[in-house]
């Protein structure tokens, strides 16, 4: 079956360390995004990739980084410059047309020990 | 950019009810609206869509109306579920598959 896959499920960071998340897609969808969602609230937007070996800042870039080095991966770095990293992290994908929707994996629930 | 309102944050309802879920968008370019639906700890799952040059659409006990000259949308439940249950964001799109989403509805279905 085609989707999207996140790991770990749950994640736990250490003050001070950087922390990468997986998000692997297998739907040959060229464009990728992360999203953080706190309790109660909506999907901000943290970077976006449209094509291989590029990406955008979204609205809350500060503290996290991204690579795009191939087609099917979208890790997402949390990084120690992210001083409340807590949160639910869902990585997404579309096929960067106008009326595509975005496929969503199932989140990583990082917490702070 | 963009700006999408969702309301009411919160919405509960007996099992065979309507509930209807209203969203306002500013960008008049805006020309796609999908609706997601998120059950606890799982991402968010497509339910319905609409594009810019149709007013209403409808998928079985679903359905979504488009006024694009108020730059309103809506979606629609009727017969509600207990299943039903879940968080629904609706988002527009402008550019490219780049989505603005709203900040979603908590629906609860009695049973």
């Known amino acids: 079956d085609g989707g999207i896959t996140q790991s770990p499920k749950y994640l736990f960071r250490k003050e001070g360390q950087n922390v990468t998340l997986s998000c692997e897609q297998n739907?040959?969808?060229?464009?990728m995004y992360w999203y953080r969602q706190d309790p109660g609230q909506g999907l901000r937007l943290i970077y976006y990739?449209?094509?291989?070996?590029?990406?955008q800042k979204g609205d809350i870039a500060e503290g996290y980084s991204v690579s795009r080095e191939k087609k099917e991966s979208f890790p997402l770095t949390v990084t120690s410059a992210q001083k409340n990293p807590t949160a639910f992290y869902l990585c997404?994908?579309?096929?960067?047309?106008?009326?595509?929707?975005?496929?969503f994996g199932d989140g990583t629930r990082l917490s702070i020990l | 950019g963009e700006n999408v309102e969702q309301h009411p944050s919160t919405l509960s309802v007996q099992e065979g009810d309507s509930a209807v879920i209203k969203c306002t968008y500013s960008?008049?370019?805006?020309?796609?609206f999908p609706w997601y639906k998120q059950e606890l700890g799982k991402g968010p799952q497509l339910i319905i869509d609409?594009?810019?040059?149709?007013g209403e659409k409808k998928d079985q006990r679903i359905a979504v109306t488009l006024n694009k000259t108020a730059k309103h949308f809506s979606l629609h439940i009727t017969e509600t579920q207990p299943e039903d249950s879940a968080v629904y964001f609706c988002?527009?799109?402008?550019?490219?598959?780049?989505?603005?989403f709203g900040d979603g509805t908590t629906l609860t279905v009695k049973p």
């Open positions: 997404a994908s579309s096929n960067g047309q106008v009326y595509g929707p975005q496929h």
């Open positions: 739907l040959n969808h060229d464009a």
């Open positions: 990739s449209q094509i291989v070996n590029d990406f």
């Open positions: 960008d008049s370019a805006s020309n796609y």
């Open positions: 609409i594009r810019s040059n149709v």
């Open positions: 988002a527009a799109n402008t550019n490219a598959g780049k989505s603005t």
